[in-house]
């Protein structure tokens, strides 16, 4: 019990200094699969790494729910785990976001652990619901502590005929994202000094979830947010 007890007071700890990345920063978008190469082209200019390859992924999400009586929102999880390489799947807990107009980009608590293989099997134990999966492929840049996903969504392998066609949408889904300790709202205006320079390929904004409905909903509507913007 005292180890319990103390690694609740060093988690308090690092949490009241501000160590720990649990902040999430977000702005997002997309872009035509036909004008993709064009982003990639630029994105490759403007990130580190500018004489390297990008980094690839090819990841299975699947997105769980855990609703609690004495809490209107559900408990948001994401499980991730790498089909192209073997690594640890990841757990992920995403809260809600916070809509302040002030801020440039939208904001909402996120923390990442490494877990094993076992992790869905003990979540489904917890009471947990499934509430959608699907598969990601694309392509990770990074400028200094942000990081830029371009991703194409696709259902999960055999379910392609249940969701009607093999890709979500004809876009590839743009992320911009800094996972950064709390109070680091600078963040923000260097996020968008960053996505100006992207314009006019994928204007990337602020997305009001709540907008969206419950997760069904979302898995319904995904198709929507992918539509690019008109350039």
Same mark, same amino acid.
């Given at each position: ?46 990130? *580190? ?135 680091? *709202? ?46």
């Amino acid at each position: 019990m005292s180890q319990i007890t103390s690694s609740k007071e060093l988690l308090s700890q690092a949490l009241q200094s501000r160590i720990i990345p649990n902040q999430e920063y977000l702005l997002q978008g997309s872009i035509l699969d036909s004008a993709v190469d064009h982003l990639i082209h630029r994105l490759r200019g403007l990130c *580190d790494t500018v004489d390297a390859s990008p980094e690839s992924f090819h990841d299975l999400e699947v997105c769980l729910s855990l609703r609690q009586p004495t809490q209107t929102a559900p408990l948001m999880l994401r499980v991730r785990r790498a089909l192209d390489r073997d690594a640890p799947f990841q757990l992920r807990y995403i809260g809600q976001p916070e809509l302040d107009r002030s801020r440039p980009t939208l904001v909402r608590s996120s923390i990442d652990v490494g877990c094993t293989s076992t992790i869905l099997d003990f979540l489904t134990e917890l009471g947990c619901r499934l509430d959608f999966e699907y598969v990601s492929r694309g392509y990770i840049f990074r400028k200094g502590r942000m990081k830029i996903t371009v991703s194409k969504i696709k259902p999960v392998p055999g379910k392609q005929q249940e969701m009607g066609t093999e890709s979500v949408s004809q876009s590839y889904l743009v992320e911009l994202s800094v996972l950064a300790p709390n109070g680091q *709202d600078s963040i923000g205006d260097e996020m968008r000094v960053f996505a100006e320079q992207l314009k006019p390929l994928v204007q990337l904004e602020k997305i009001d979830y709540k907008r969206l409905g419950d997760s069904e909903r979302t898995m319904r509507t995904m198709p929507q947010l992918l539509v690019p913007y008109a350039n």
